[in-house]
């Protein structure tokens, strides 16, 4: 009885987030299809099975599930040189045949080494490329599909400006102040933030649409039509929706091709989707840690139960798990509930569905990548420092002007540059002058000692002056690497007894040979008193 009460709280609690998720979700699913050159439809299967699938499987309480706009290229490569979309499917179950091996492996640990300002940065460019590229929906210009994330990818030319100046779409236009009005208000009056059950997004959606329909009722000019609106398939029977669907053709598993393919997805698939949970660890409020290990596996079976039924290959998506916690998401339920939704909508309702204007849309995600890019982060990263604030900004602009892996990647690279430059200027690191105002000198090694450490040590030896007194304390020191253990003892053993320099070893073994992880030395220098 507790358990089913708990249940329906949480279902009360987690409808509205689910909701906003399945409207965002809806035609992203689509765009995402049309883009990859795949049948609109496998776009709205792999949704579903994102939903449902992954989300009774995975723990992630905030992560989202669906079609993803980085595997576009690659699975649009792959139908064209296959030939068919029936022999691509078989692709997707060998990539979610090698993700639950991944699993299985332990292979998600490696997102424990994502740095947090990667992170934050990744989620500032996807806000940033998501307002960029929602900007030309919001005026009515909609000659791009919706999914892309990136903001080159059709090329940004002065053609392409004059071409969407040339389309702006009045109705658009009103229509999309409309809903940002709305969800605005929604945002910020005490009143409305209390219906908790009637999203913003569900309502700016519904005014959207009665404004649409009224401009077509008065015949106004406003009105709005064909590529401006969200569209569905419309099967009219239950044949007509057996055809929509497609399944894989299993001899496509003699091909070379479909391996290589599968196992390309696999990989990408994996890698944004470990990016993705940690970013939506990150949103997530209550700070819960998601098993990746267990994501990866859940990867696996959605992306094998997607295949088999003619959806594309998933993975964990960035966009919708910023809408769902942002919409106020507290567990999985979500995610599932977004699942249900867009399973009932696209086999009950897809015409009510088509009515609904993208400009609409377009508000609810331009809203989204403010919170994502709001100004708040770059301050807060601009604070703590140039090693935090430039790894961020330049992963920010990393995947604006390039993609979602390079940008992290780039990231990554100038993250790691800024710890082995840190690892050579500590505070240990100290000049000759210093050493020449210091009586003695005591280097207390850290617990373990790194090739990271080589240099300032190397650095701090070489400064000291002749005559001096050296003090080396390794009493707490489990490791030392072999490269600084050597330069010690040539430092004791020779430059020491050439330039009078009285050096004392406490604490040293005859070896090292277990290493756990890398820590920082340290140096106290002893000072002469004034006289």
Known sequence: ???????????????????????????????????????????????????????????????????????????????????????????????????????????????????????????????????????????????????????????????????????????????????????????????????????????????????????????????????????????????????????????????PKVWIAGATIAIVASIETLLCIEASDRLDVRRRITDTNLELKAQGIGNLVSSLIGGLPMTSVVVRSSANANAGATSKLSTIIHGVLLLICVLSIPTILNLIPLATLAAVLILIGYKLAKPATFKHFWRNGKYQFIPFLATVLAVVFTDLLKGVGIGLLISVFYILQGNMKRAYYLSRKTLDEADEITIKLAEEVSFLNKAAIKKTLKNIKPGSKVII????????????????????????????????????????????SDQDSHVVVTHRRAM
């Open 1 to 255: 009885m507790q358990k089913s009460k708990s249940l329906i709280g949480g279902i009360k609690e987690n409808f509205p987030s689910g909701l906003v998720v399945f409207l965002v979700a809806l035609p992203l699913c689509l765009g995402i299809a049309l883009a990859s050159g795949a049948p609109p439809l496998s776009g709205i299967i792999s949704g579903i099975v994102g939903g449902i699938v992954i989300g009774l499987i995975s723990n992630s309480n905030i992560s989202v599930s669906g079609p993803a706009a980085g595997l576009t290229a690659i699975v649009f490569d792959a139908i064209t040189d296959l030939g068919a979309f029936n022999l691509f499917l078989c692709a997707g179950i060998v990539a979610g045949i090698i993700q639950l091996i991944l699993g299985f492996i332990r292979a998600g640990s490696i997102s424990n080494y994502f740095p947090n300002n990667v992170i934050e940065g990744m989620l500032a460019g996807i806000g940033i490329i998501i307002i960029l590229k929602q900007i030309p929906h919001a005026l009515g210009f909609d000659k791009d599909y919706e999914g892309h994330e990136s903001i080159f990818d059709k090329g940004l030319n002065f053609g392409y400006f004059l071409e969407l100046f040339a389309a702006i779409h009045p109705g658009a236009i009103v229509v999309t102040i409309v809903s940002v009005g709305i969800l605005l208000a929604w945002d910020h009056i005490p009143v409305l933030k209390k219906l908790k059950l009637l999203p913003g997004a569900l309502v700016a959606v519904i005014a959207g649409i009665l404004i649409n329909e009224f401009f077509k009722m008065t015949d106004s000019p406003l009105a709005i039509s064909g590529d401006h609106l969200v569209v569905l398939p419309t099967p009219s029977s239950l044949e007509d929706f057996k055809n929509l669907i497609t399944f894989p053709d299993f001899s496509g598993f003699t091909n």
């Open 473 to 516: 304390d390794a009493r707490t020191t489990s490791y030392i690497t072999t490269d600084v253990l050597e330069m010690i003892q040539e430092f004791a053993n020779i430059r020491a007894k050439e330039e009078d320099i009285d050096v004392e070893l406490i604490g040293f073994k005859t070896s090292y040979r277990d290493y756990a």
